[in-house]
Every structure is written in structure tokens, then in C-alpha cells.
């Protein structure tokens, strides 16, 4: 079972950065996909970002050149660097996990709070 326990957010100005944080615990088979999710009040959650275990990166268009994920693989974390934040980035932030091999699964973290103010 595969427990993750994000950690970074927090309140910054807008133009600010932040690194989210995202480790993973337990006994599990590798992970496929890390991944960022951020949901913002009344919204849908949305990808923000993922990394495959090749290291291939994917970003939403929203975040593309301020956002940067990252992994580090001896420690099961993952981060996500967030520069130049604007108030828009404010949003609840979810880290995720996903495996589609037998055995599969796919967990969420708890969720960190990031609020960009103007």
C-alpha cells in the first residue's frame, strides 16, 4: 500500500515561487506516473503536471515555462517547482500516483493548499 504525504504550500505573492513536495511511503511495485493535480474553488481538478518513470514530462499549458516537475527516485518524492505564481494559481494542489501493471493502483495525497495573493 502506497501512503503519499505532500508538503511546501502555503501563502506567497503573486510572482512568487513555491516547491511542493510529495513523498511516497510503503511497500509498493514502481510507480508509472507522478503527477500533480489542483483543484480551485468551484472548479474541476485538473492536471497540472506529470513524469513518467522514463522521465518524460507533460504540463498543462497554463503552467508550461514557470512549473517544473521532478523526481527523485532513490527517495520516492516528487516536487513541483512553481515560479512566477499568479493569484490564478491558487488552488488546492494533489499529488498522484499510477501504476498500470498488475498490480495497479492509483493513490492521491491528502492535498496542499497554495494561495497566490495579488
Known amino acids: 500500500q502506497v501512503q503519499l504525504v505532500e508538503s511546501g504550500g502555503g501563502l506567497v505573492q503573486a510572482g512568487g515561487s513555491l516547491r511542493l513536495s510529495c513523498a511516497a511511503s510503503g511497500n509498493f511495485f514502481p510507480i508509472d506516473t507522478w503527477a500533480w493535480y489542483r483543484q480551485a474553488p468551484g472548479k474541476q481538478r485538473e492536471l497540472v503536471a506529470d513524469i513518467t518513470s522514463g522521465g518524460s514530462t507533460n504540463y498543462a499549458d497554463s503552467v508550461k515555462g514557470r512549473f517544473t516537475i521532478s523526481r527523485d527516485i532513490a527517495k520516492n518524492t516528487v516536487y513541483l517547482q512553481m515560479n512566477s505564481l499568479k493569484p490564478e494559481d491558487t488552488a488546492v494542489y494533489y499529488c498522484?500516483?499510477?501504476?498500470?501493471?498488475?498490480?495497479?493502483?492509483?493513490?492521491w495525497g491528502q492535498g496542499t493548499l497554495v494561495t497566490v495573493s495579488s
Open positions: 498522484n500516483v499510477d501504476r498500470s501493471a498488475w498490480p495497479s493502483f492509483q493513490v
